[in-house]
């Protein structure tokens, strides 16, 4: 059973810069694909961002490329999610995923495991 902890959410201006933490439990953390959805009221939960348990594949959604990036500390069994050049349309509840059947799971959202979301706003 792995449980997954966010952290880093709040209120920032456009422009401005986040950097969100999820925190895992259990063994074998580098076994856990793991990635990062969010989701806005009223529309469905969309893809962030992904990385493989090693830290070598992180595909992103376009709408983030260039301006988030996804990375881990296997040693700190944590995940991070940083975030610059924030933007109003990436205001969301940001949910920490992962999983151990695979990455291509963890990217299509389809992992075991999720967290209990941390809010973004951004304020133009």
């Known amino acids: 059973q792995v449980q997954l902890v966010e952290s880093g959410g709040g209120l920032v201006q456009a422009g401005g810069s986040l950097r969100l933490s999820c925190a895992a439990s259990?063994?074998?953390?580098?076994?856990?694909?793991m990635g990062w959805f969010r989701q806005a009221p009223g529309t469905e939960r969309e893809f962030v961002a992904a990385?493989?348990?090693?830290?070598?594949?992180?595909p992103y959604a376009d709408s983030v490329k260039g301006r988030f990036t996804i990375s881990r500390d296997n040693a700190k069994k944590t995940g991070y999610l940083q975030m610059n050049s924030l933007k109003p349309e990436d205001t969301a509840a940001y949910y920490c995923?992962?999983?151990?059947?695979?990455?291509?799971?963890?990217?299509?959202?389809?992992?075991?495991?999720w967290g209990q979301g941390t809010q973004v706003t951004v304020s133009s």
């Open positions: 995923t992962a999983g151990y059947n695979g990455f291509a799971a963890v990217r299509d959202g389809r992992a075991n495991y």
């Open positions: 259990g063994r074998m953390f580098s076994s856990l694909a």
């Open positions: 990385i493989s348990g090693s830290g070598g594949v992180t």
